[in-house]
């Protein structure tokens, strides 16, 4: 198998466009050839524009009789500079492509929910940068409102006081720096209970969601409340000592210091608290893949993720 990159310099509107390619073999009969909307054709087998602009089609397709031109051919038209790569180079770049002809057309969802310190901020991001879509820690939401009310040193139970903080919750402005302080987050587990809260800061996320090109989001009741119609939905799980001893790892490498057994504890109350409310608790949605990080480094669950996320935008590819 030959992999190859071509760099389509055609501007439209005005960034280059990209598009890769895969050699089989010599005979292009039944592979795909790709049709764009300005009339111009990809002799790609697999191609896709990856400057995320919305003037490309690259749904229309029909079988080549054509064989692949070779390099020299390719790049003796100056619109094109093609060179030969590796299969893992031309893995990753057709899974950007995939998920830019997404994001050019339809917009793309990827839930991730799990317990806290399983590893779903870190994989959310990293898949929101892989995939160029929009990201939103939804804890950050809640972790908002419970700051408010302590900041005016008020009950974490008023409930007017937290309906008005939420109402006030600008999803631009969220600072984890000043919110990921470990008391907000337990304080955030209580005002998380309050069903109008939650009513008022889910529709602000069902609104950044919709927001194009698409976004992960990560949370507790993202694939079950949030966007129950997410185009992927992960669950991520490790278990409460692995948490623990990551939150511990994380203290200490800061130079801070801290007791094991009280993190494990405050990992467990925090669980039953997210796990047992009436209201939205975490728990998977029944079409999640689950993704249990507690043998895994982070490097293997963003692949793992990555491979499903892939399967469903090859198969979207192929409807
Ligand atoms: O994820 P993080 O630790 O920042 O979340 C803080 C708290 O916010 C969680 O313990 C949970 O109670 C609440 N939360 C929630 N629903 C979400 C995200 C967070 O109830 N989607």
Redesign the pocket.
Known sequence: MRYFYVHWKHRIPEEPSRLWYEVADDNFQNRTIEFYTDGSVGFAIRGAALDGSEDIEIGGTRNSVEGFPDLTEINSDNQFEASEVNAVDFERRWSEALASRFRMTTGFTIAI?GP?GAGK?TLARRLADHYRLNLL???????AVAHSLLRLGLPLDNVSAAETAARQVDLAKLDRAVLSAHAV?EA??KV?VIPSV?RILVDK?RDFAKTPPGAVL?????GTV?CPDADVKLYVTASAEVRAKRRLDEIESIGGTANFDEILADIVR?DE??MGRMD?P?KPAADAHLLDTSEMAIEAAFLAARAIIDDVLAKRNEA
Do not use: H, K, N, P
């Open positions: 929910d806290a901020g820690d939804t804890g950050l939401t809640y972790r987050g955030a587990s998380a939650r996320q990560d949370g507790r009741d993202i949030v925090r608290r997210d939205s975490l």
